[in-house]
């Protein structure tokens, strides 16, 4: 690896780590702002669902944009910028909508980030799953400092500290990007043009799609609600930053072997082995949460309901679809699993949690959720997640 490629692989990292810190301050405490400022489970359950709608408009959008101009740093540049721009308004948004319109926008131009970074470091690096996964790991480290440096400073500060370290966390994102630079050999699309729905309405990738879609669903309990649910029980901020992070610590060491696990078993097996153990997971939160160290070892299953089930998804992507519109993919797997799966899962859990009466209600249809998306994998062969899209042209 040259000087320049290796200085480009930090920032890469450096991004990656900034990227997701933010995800672990907004995913965790988001609930927790939202409840200092008065709002009910419901509403926030309705909130999240709205804001994690904006998921299916921005990646979807902007990917068009990347893919057809070639210019994917630039566009990576313009959603982090336009996300801190747009999240300046939470430091006066008192009510509901105006709340709502404020997340959203930035939700909409962050979530548009992430399928350019991985377009670009899986460029940079030359389609080297090894090096990806050594990059990526990055996200997870920045997770976990960010999870429990704000953890531990919600046992010290008001509630509003999320946002507070959304701010200056998002500022350094900008910064980051600057760093970074586009490989010489990623040129616009010239020859390839039109709708990716012909590639979407393939039955493998329809259920590929429904399949995650159903994960994200059983994750909305977890991710609206985790923090208040450990609070109502008698945790502390800092005890439930640390059961967070750890489940991110896992996944950090199933990022380093994940590529010899999907040569080995294949992506349908890891993908099944994701799903059932993720509604394992959820129905022991739901059920035995009063004790720690039960809490405590169903968070090692995030090793698998996201470090090695994203990992198997992105490796089906870019090996089953053509690279030319590996962007907009992606866009369309953030979109459709992240976006509406987590809406749907965030306004159920919203509806079913009750302020707390209903955890056990809700970490069980979670569990469901996760568990039918399992049964639905049944409805494909193995083989089939191992092949490329019939329309696959090289």
Not at 293 to 315: E, K, R
């Amino acid at each position: 690896m040259t000087t320049v490629n290796r200085f480009t692989v930090v920032a890469l990292s450096l991004t990656y780590a900034l990227y997701f810190g933010q995800l672990g301050v907004i995913n965790p405490y988001l609930g927790v702002f939202l409840d200092g400022r008065g709002f009910t489970s419901s509403e926030i359950g309705e909130l999240f669902a709205v804001i994690t709608l904006a998921r299916i408009i921005g990646p979807s959008l902007w990917a068009g944009i990347a893919d057809r101009t070639g210019k994917i740093l630039l566009i990576l540049r313009l959603g982090c910028a336009l996300t801190v721009m747009s999240f300046i308004g939470v430091f006066w948004a008192y009510s509901f909508w105006y709340l709502t319109l404020t997340m959203g926008l930035m939700m909409m131009f962050w979530t548009a980030v992430l399928p350019q970074l991985e377009v670009l470091t899986l460029h940079t690096v030359e389609g080297d799953s090894k090096r990806y996964g050594r990059v990526r790991l990055w996200g997870s480290v920045g997770f976990i400092v960010l999870t429990v440096l704000v953890g531990q400073g919600l046992d010290f500060f008001a509630t509003e500290t999320p946002i507070y370290a959304s701010m200056l966390v998002l500022s350094a994102l900008f910064i980051s990007t600057l760093a970074l630079q586009q490989p010489g050999t990623m040129q616009r699309n010239t020859t390839q043009k039109g709708s990716i729905w012909r590639f979407l309405r393939h039955r493998v990738v329809m259920i590929f799609l429904l399949v995650n879609g159903l994960l994200q669903v059983s994750f909305g309990a977890y991710y609206g609600f985790f923090a208040l649910y450990m609070r109502d029980l008698g945790y502390s901020g800092m005890e439930t930053g640390l059961l967070i992070a750890l489940g991110v610590v896992v996944e950090v060491g199933i990022f380093l072997i994940a590529q010899r696990l999907i040569t080995r078993f294949g992506v349908w097996r890891l993908l099944m082995l994701c799903l059932l153990a993720t509604g394992l997971r959820w129905w022991v939160l739901g059920t035995f949460a009063d004790y720690f160290w039960l809490v405590f070892f169903s968070q090692f299953i995030h090793a698998l309901s996201f470090g090695l089930n994203h990992s198997s998804s992105m490796q089906f992507i870019h090996h089953y679809f053509p690279s030319y519109i590996h962007g907009r993919i992606q866009a369309a797997y953030i979109g459709l699993a992240f976006g509406l799966g987590g809406a749907l899962g965030n306004f159920a859990a919203g509806h079913l949690w009750k302020q707390g009466s209903g955890a056990f209600v809700t970490f069980t249809c979670a569990s469901m959720c996760a568990i039918a998306g399992g049964l639905l994998l049944l409805l494909l062969k193995p083989e089939q997640m191992n092949q490329r899209h019939p329309l696959h042209q090289g």
